[in-house]
């Protein structure tokens, strides 16, 4: 599609923003009005409709995508979008350690204990730890403080976390993630913790290094995307 626009705006309505080309506000892809709720994420997405050149990349358009996402189907209904969530807390990667005399334990308490400790702590909850493969239900206290959390985010920080959940295969670190001043790469890599330990003692095949450079980029764009919203 070739650039139809000459001039793109940001303009204000009650205490929402929304992106004007040529003076004409924008639509998602579902059709609704893309009203977003601060300034900030309002610029991103100028930004992103600036750049584009004489014709039009969607690939450029990863931020409009996460907006039109939160607008179309997690306001529509969070519900659905909270029960996909759900299920990362009763299997969260965090809590599945090796069997304490294989070394990889010894990094796991390392890298996820402090984090799961601090999650407990930032949001009263308990989580159970297992060692080697054997499933072992999180406390129903803990699942309904996470449900609880869950209900108290807005659309587009639900859509944030949706992206990180499932990159990270960690509902505590997509939890972690959206909030203020978050380490993406330490966060990051905490979530590629085994994938790294493996790659030490086989080596790096360059696929996968790519592919999670790859993810990386798109883990910290959710990350940039609930910050701006927020």
């Not at 303009?11 to 923003?17: I, K, L």
């Not at 003076?23 to 584009?52: C, F, K, M, N, Y």
């Not at 807005?154 to 944030?160: E, Q, T």
Request: charged fraction near 25%.
């Amino acid at each position: 599609m070739k650039r139809f626009y000459k001039e793109v705006t940001v303009g204000q309505t009650d205490e929402s923003w929304r992106v004007l080309l040529d003076g004409r506000p924008i639509r998602t892809a579902g059709g609704r009005p893309q009203i977003v709720p601060t300034q900030d994420l309002a610029r991103a997405l100028a930004d992103e409709w600036s750049a584009q050149g004489k014709q039009i990349d969607p690939a450029l358009f990863a931020l409009r995508d996460l907006t039109d996402f939160a607008l179309d189907a997690v306001a529509v209904d969070r519900a659905d979008v909270i029960r996909a969530l759900l299920p990362y807390a009763e299997t969260d990667t965090l809590c599945y350690r090796a069997d304490p005399e294989d070394a990889l334990f010894a990094r796991q308490l390392d890298v996820w204990e402090p984090l799961l400790e601090q999650a407990e702590a930032r949001w009263a909850l308990r989580f159970a730890r297992v060692s080697g493969i054997v499933h072992k239900p999180q406390p129903p206290e803990t699942l309904a403080g996470i449900g609880q959390l869950l209900e108290a985010e807005g659309a587009f920080s639900l859509a944030a976390l949706r992206m990180l959940t499932s990159l990270a295969g960690s509902l505590v670190i997509g939890l972690c993630a959206i909030q203020p001043g978050a380490d993406a790469e330490a966060l990051w890599n905490a979530a590629n913790l085994e994938e790294d330990w493996q790659a030490e003692l086989w080596g790096e095949d360059w696929e996968a290094a790519e592919r999670r450079s790859m993810r990386f980029e798109a883990f910290a764009l959710a990350m940039r995307f609930a910050a701006l919203a927020r």
